[in-house]
Nanobody, 120 residues
Framework: QVQLVESGGGLVQPGGSLRLSCAASGRIFGVNRMGWYRQAPGKERELVAVITSGGSTNYADSLKGRFTISRDNAKNTVYLQMNSLKPEDTAVYYC??????????????WGQGTQVTVSS
């Protein structure tokens, strides 16, 4: 079964840090772009950051300087390092990736989401 599995969410105090991970697994032979999105209560899902297979990155303007996206191609894993967290960063964070699936081709996948809560 092809899937994206996220980990690393939780409760953190304002000003703290968290690192999210998302690993692609299953019958895949490659991973193109990978990224993170988030959805706060009552709001639409929004882009956080994306990274290409070559390492080029793109961030939401409001998050530049606090969040860093990276990936390990050997592990088919993408990371999101979040620093100086604010209460407004509270959301469900979703991993997204374009996976190259054996005998099926190129497909867009989403993870199940991981909750990040920033609160004192």
């Amino acid at each position: 079964q092809v899937q994206l599995v996220e980990s690393g969410g939780g409760l953190v105090q304002p000003g703290g840090s968290l690192r999210l991970s998302c690993a692609a697994s299953g019958r895949i032979f490659g991973v193109n772009r990978m990224g993170w999105y988030r959805q706060a209560p009552g709001k639409e899902r929004e882009l956080v950051a994306v990274i290409t297979s070559g390492g080029s990155t793109n961030y939401a303007d409001s998050l530049k300087g606090r969040f860093t996206i990276s990936r390990d191609n050997a592990k088919n894993t993408v990371y999101l390092q979040m620093n100086s967290l604010k209460p407004e960063d509270t959301a469900v964070y979703y991993c997204n990736a374009e996976l190259l699936v054996w005998e099926r081709g190129r497909y867009d996948y989403w993870g199940q989401g991981t909750q990040v809560t920033v609160s004192s």
